[in-house]
């Protein structure tokens, strides 16, 4: 007994098993996904995602144990990010004939995200800080933070609805385009883009690379609008 | 197809320089972009922007300007893309941090999320659709 806990000791320390689980439990959720086909739940984040809470409950582990071996990914996503612009690139002879759709749409779609979420809790009497914490949901995880804070809203709670929305967008885009039957890939990725931010994008980008496209530049486009509401809007309350 | 040519790439394979080369052309953007919204917050503080999403739309200009994308920066980012979904999975995992955030305002939270997300999606794709239709333009 005593041999099997000092080496759970050495691989809890070390920050290789939780990356390697975390690569692995993806990877299940891959072949998952694949297995469930059309299942709106077979998204790949909200799969692995699961299968490690699972792990890190059952097992007593922290967060912040499971990160110092998953900021290896989690440090990806920076140039990730920035590698967005090569399908923009070369997608931008489909950009550029619909740059007044995108503008439209953005800004139709941004005000929705940040207005239904805040008019469904206010309605239910939910305080300032809760309101100010769900507003930015639809951007990306550092962006609404730091914007939930400037409200005076719960940076971690904003974060937690960001990765909500994400999941969310992800699962429901395809089945509901389908049942629309709307085949235009640049306004279904553009729609999934504006929602739900990267993880909407990565959904995207498993469908259709034109779809992917949009998505990317939804998600950066929405992100400095809604910023710029925000400092509108904060200015305002002085 | 042989059997053979399944275990032999189509072409020539990026020298693992060539690999280096592309990541070093993505985090120097990501550099630049991260110093350009810390530069920006000297004299705005309040304001939020993601320094990746900043070097992406750099990249994006630069690539513009150049009119070419070399193959390095070409197949590191294919790659990088091909794999998102697994970048977000730590984030994903850092909803157990803050479960408890969730407990008081957790199902108007939670209901607010799902119509919030399904109005935008629908706001978002019919509005891109209807002035797309209104300019006469298309794009599949």
């Known amino acids: 007994m005593s041999g099997i806990s000092t080496i759970w000791v050495y691989l809890n320390t070390s920050p290789l098993l939780w990356l390697a689980v975390t690569i692995a439990a993806f990877l299940i959720a891959h072949v998952v996904g694949k297995k469930l086909g059309g299942s709106p739940l077979a998204n790949s984040v909200l799969i692995a995602g699961a299968i490690i809470i699972t792990l890190l409950l059952v097992s007593g582990t922290p967060y912040t144990t499971y990160f110092e071996g998953a900021q290896f990914v989690h440090f990806l996503l920076g140039p990730a990010t920035v590698a967005l612009a090569v399908p923009l690139f070369k997608n931008l002879d489909k950009v550029k004939p619909v740059l007044l759709p995108m503008a439209g749409a953005l800004v139709a779609g941004s005000l929705t995200a940040i207005g239904s979420a805040v008019a469904i809790v206010a309605a239910f009497g939910a305080p300032a800080e809760i309101i100010a914490s769900i507003a930015p949901k639809s951007t990306s995880a550092p962006i609404a933070m730091e914007l939930a804070r400037s409200l005076g809203g719960v940076p971690s709670l904003a974060a937690v609805l960001v990765i909500l929305t994400g999941i969310t967008g992800a699962v429901i885009v395809t089945p509901l385009m389908n049942a629309l039957r709307i085949r235009n890939f640049a306004a279904r990725g553009f729609a999934v883009g504006v929602a739900s931010h990267g993880i909407g994008t990565a959904r995207a980008f498993q469908v259709n690379d034109v779809a992917g496209a949009f998505a990317g530049i939804a998600m950066a486009l929405n992100g400095a609008l809604t910023s710029l509401l925000v400092l509108v809007w904060s200015l305002l309350l002085g | ?140």
């Open chain 2, 1 to 140: 197809m042989s059997q053979a040519s399944k275990t032999e790439p189509a072409r020539p394979a990026l020298t693992p320089v060539a690999i280096l080369a592309g990541f070093a052309v993505l985090l120097g953007f990501q550099l630049a972009g991260e110093t350009l919204v810390v530069a920006t917050r000297l004299v705005l503080p309040s304001f939020a922007f993601p320094g990746p999403v900043a070097g992406m739309l750099l990249l994006l200009g630069f690539l513009v300007l150049r009119k070419t994308l070399d193959a390095s920066t070409n197949a590191v980012s294919t790659g990088l893309i091909g794999v998102l979904s697994l970048l977000f999975v730590p984030s994903a995992v850092g909803v157990i941090q803050y479960g408890g955030v969730l407990v008081d305002w957790g199902g108007p939270l939670l209901l607010a999320v799902v119509l919030s997300t399904l109005a935008t999606l629908l706001v978002t794709v019919f509005t891109f659709l209807w002035i797309a239709k209104l300019t006469g333009k298309q794009s599949s």
